[in-house]
């Protein structure tokens, strides 16, 4: 017998990068150029419309983040969009901040929040702590709406020297030869690309990572990632306030956009959670490229349908429901599995190799 | 003092009302473990019943609420056995993101077909009628009936959970749901009763949610907080914390309402969180989960 028989005779090789994803790279970074310039071709509507997708992406993607990975199904993220929207107003009107520096300070004041929230709320394990993220999210909500210098109740705006003091707006008026609300939008179309493309980043990176083979691992199986070593509660946790902080910045931005914060909006279960949750679902949970198909599909309904009101909600959770019988992994998921087709690669493949080839 | 002591009166009361909210959410985690996101959205389609049956036949609604039951009972039943039992596994997402569809679609169904007006249940004479009970306090007739019927409902669930065959077969499939499959349970079915049962209780707490005040398509999520938190004050697979888990939370909102009238919602949900925080199993807990 011959000795070398006895040893292996396969080379493992393990990647998560292949050919066709670095020309999806390229794709991407072409995308990303064709959208920072498109405000010079396109008009008001697209642009706004185009801020609306973007943040309910970038929503998504952090929903997904922490559903679809971490196993943390919330249906109170709305808490901290509105906690963001409402300490942007804090910073701006009453601290008297530049909103692109209260931007980032937002996000660092939901995640100090997210971390005493983390602690009571994890006392609940899985459906029940969904439930428990929403009595949270209504705990701020009246926080919020006893704080008198905001308007209390009813709300309060942004004042118009706030809302012009953002950087690049008197540039994009004379480089683009706009008025100033148009110019506004272009400004906050650029923030929003520019906070969807740092979330994209984010997550990718997250997932690519040490700590997202362990999320992977605990989407897939909990128990037996914990045998392996997972330290599930604090990477959960990690999660929990990274996605907070995210979504805060996300809600600042939102809320700088709008111009106007009310309690019931910013905290509001059905805009900032029940959407998002159906374009992840939609789309595919569990993918980074689920909520990109799930963001498209529910902006195109939202444009031709949302004038029905009542019916149109009523589609909306048909259809969720529909997709989570039949088609759990979305609609991304049928077509990834019939084509083994992948746009955002964080999955690590095995690539097995007989040593004759060679 | 006196005002105090009223308010602990009227918390008690309350609380009878929420521990009937949370009694049909018990009996769904008790025996299938489904927590049930559209379970406020019931009781107000519940209270719609209630309210179309007594208005077409010119019934008062505690004889409309009867006639209703059959109905509802069936409705629950279907329900379980078309569509929740499918969603029913180790995975958690389906059946919450199932139930929270079904949420949207009754709030706006309901908006749709009785529009945003509020409503309300009429029985007359009851309804505003009370007992005195000297010293200036009073109890009114209704909240005394809803927390009477809170105790007769959680002793009648009780019973059936632990003194009957169906109470049996519904303890052995929560506790192991392939062992119970294997001695002959039908647990689709099982599931499905339970689900009928609990749109009894449902149909219950929608009476004296109409009676007691204003209802719209829009307030079913409130209730669906209200009843979770009573069912976790209380501890998870308890009927009997179930109902002290509801005066517990109607205690301290109408303690929070009392110091500021504003701080009623709010105290009953920090309420809840200190027990968590404190006795994250709640008062008396059964089931681990």
């Known amino acids: 017998m011959d000795d070398t028989a006895a040893g292996p005779t396969q080379a493992f090789r393990i990647e998560t990068a292949g050919g066709s994803s670095r020309a999806t790279a390229a794709g991407a970074l072409i995308i990303l150029l064709a959208l920072v310039l498109l405000p010079i071709f396109a008009g008001r509507n697209l642009i706004q419309d185009l801020i609306f997708l973007f943040y309910m992406l970038a929503l998504a993607q952090c929903w997904n983040l922490l559903a679809g990975y971490a196993g943390l199904i919330s249906v109170g993220q709305?808490?901290?969009?509105?906690?963001?929207?409402?300490?942007?107003?804090?910073?701006?009107?009453?601290?008297?901040?530049?909103?692109?520096?209260?931007?980032?300070?937002?996000?660092?004041?939901?995640?100090?929040?997210?971390?005493?929230?983390?602690?009571?709320?994890?006392?609940?394990?899985?459906?029940?702590?969904?439930?428990?993220?929403?009595?949270?999210?209504?705990v701020y909500r009246l926080v919020f709406a006893q704080f008198k210098p905001l308007g209390g109740g009813t709300g309060t705006s942004l004042t118009p020297s706030v809302t012009s003091s953002v950087l690049g707006i008197e540039w994009a008026k004379t480089w683009l030869d706009v008025r100033t609300p148009a110019a506004r939008d272009i400004v906050s179309y650029w923030m929003a690309l520019a906070l969807l493309a740092g979330t994209l980043a984010?997550?990718?990176?997250?997932?690519?990572?040490?700590?997202?083979?362990?999320?992977?691992?605990?989407?897939?199986?909990?128990?037996?990632?914990?045998?392996?070593?997972?330290?599930?509660?604090?990477?959960?946790?990690?999660?929990?306030?990274?996605?907070?902080?995210?979504?805060?910045?996300i809600g600042a931005l939102i809320y700088l956009q709008k111009a106007r914060i009310s309690p019931d909006a910013a905290f509001s279960v059905l805009d900032w959670t029940a959407y998002v949750i159906f374009i992840v679902v939609i789309g595919g949970i569990g993918t980074m490229e689920g909520p990109v198909i799930g963001a498209i599909i529910f902006y195109l309904l939202q444009r031709n349908l949302a004038d029905f009101g009542a019916s149109y909600l009523i589609i909306l959770g048909t259809l969720g429901i529909i997709i989570m019988l039949f088609a759990p992994k979305g609609l991304w998921g049928?077509?990834?599995?019939?084509?083994?087709?992948?746009?955002?690669?964080?999955?690590?493949?095995?690539?097995?190799?007989?040593?004759?080839?060679? | 003092m006196i005002g105090w002591l009223d308010a602990l009166i009227q918390g008690v009361l309350l609380g009878g009302l929420y521990a009937l909210f949370a009694a049909g959410l018990s009996l769904m985690f008790g025996v299938m473990?489904?927590?049930?996101?559209?379970?406020?959205?019931?009781?107000?389609?519940?209270?719609?019943?209630?309210?179309?049956?007594?208005?077409?036949?010119?019934?008062?609604?505690?004889?409309?609420?009867?006639?209703?039951?059959?109905?509802?009972?069936?409705?629950?039943?279907?329900?379980?056995?078309?569509?929740?039992?499918?969603?029913?596994?180790?995975?958690?997402?389906?059946?919450?993101?199932?139930?929270?569809?079904?949420?949207?679609?009754?709030?706006?169904?309901?908006?749709?077909?009785?529009?945003?007006?509020?409503?309300?249940?009429?029985?007359?004479?009851?309804?505003?009628?009370?007992?005195?009970?000297?010293?200036?306090?009073?109890?009114?007739?209704?909240?005394?009936?809803?927390?009477?019927?809170?105790?007769?409902?959680?002793?009648?669930?009780?019973?059936?959970?632990?003194?009957?065959?169906?109470?049996?077969?519904?303890?052995?499939?929560?506790?192991?749901?392939?062992?119970?499959?294997?001695?002959?349970?039908?647990?689709?079915?099982?599931?499905?009763?339970?689900?009928?049962?609990?749109?009894?209780?449902?149909?219950?707490?929608?009476?004296?949610?109409?009676?007691?005040?204003?209802?719209?398509?829009?307030?079913?999520?409130?209730?669906?907080?209200?009843a979770f938190e009573a069912v976790i004050i209380g501890g998870l697979g308890s009927f009997r914390g179930t109902l002290a888990g509801g005066i517990v939370l109607g205690l301290a909102q109408t303690i929070g309402a009392r110091i500021d009238p504003e701080w009623q919602i709010l105290a009953g949900h920090l309420a809840f969180l200190v027990v968590l925080a404190v006795r994250p199993r709640g008062l008396f807990p059964r089931a681990q989960d």
């Open chain 1, 78 to 138: 709305q808490a901290f969009v509105g906690l963001g929207g409402y300490l942007l107003f804090a910073l701006t009107l009453i601290a008297g901040l530049n909103p692109l520096l209260a931007i980032p300070l937002t996000g660092l004041a939901s995640a100090l929040f997210a971390l005493p929230t983390a602690l009571i709320v994890f006392r609940l394990r899985g459906a029940y702590f969904a439930i428990g993220t929403w009595v949270v999210a209504e």
């Open chain 1, 202 to 249: 984010a997550v990718y990176f997250i997932l690519r990572s040490r700590r997202g083979l362990a999320l992977g691992a605990i989407r897939d199986h909990e128990a037996a990632a914990a045998g392996l070593g997972v330290d599930i509660y604090r990477i959960k946790l990690a999660v929990y306030v990274a996605t907070a902080a995210m979504t805060g910045m």
């Open chain 1, 334 to 358: 049928l077509v990834a599995e019939r084509y083994d087709l992948t746009l955002f690669p964080t999955r690590r493949r095995l690539i097995v190799r007989d040593r004759g080839d060679r």
């Open chain 2, 33 to 226: 473990r489904l927590v049930n996101l559209a379970h406020g959205d019931l009781i107000v389609l519940a209270a719609y019943a209630i309210l179309v049956v007594a208005s077409k036949l010119g019934l008062d609604p505690f004889v409309a609420m009867l006639a209703a039951i059959p109905i509802l009972f069936v409705m629950g039943f279907a329900l379980q056995h078309v569509l929740l039992n499918r969603t029913l596994g180790r995975d958690l997402l389906p059946p919450l993101l199932v139930t929270f569809g079904l949420s949207i679609i009754i709030q706006n169904g309901l908006l749709q077909t009785f529009s945003a007006d509020s409503q309300r249940l009429r029985s007359g004479a009851i309804e505003t009628a009370s007992i005195p009970l000297g010293g200036g306090i009073a109890v009114g007739v209704v909240p005394l009936l809803t927390l009477v019927s809170a105790i007769a409902v959680i002793v009648f669930l009780n019973f059936i959970f632990y003194r009957t065959p169906l109470g049996r077969a519904f303890r052995a499939t929560s506790d192991d749901l392939e062992v119970a499959q294997l001695m002959g349970v039908d647990v689709n079915r099982i599931f499905a009763v339970a689900m009928g049962l609990a749109f009894v209780v449902i149909a219950i707490a929608a009476l004296y949610l109409g009676l007691r005040a204003n209802f719209d398509p829009t307030i079913g999520p409130a209730r669906l907080l209200y």
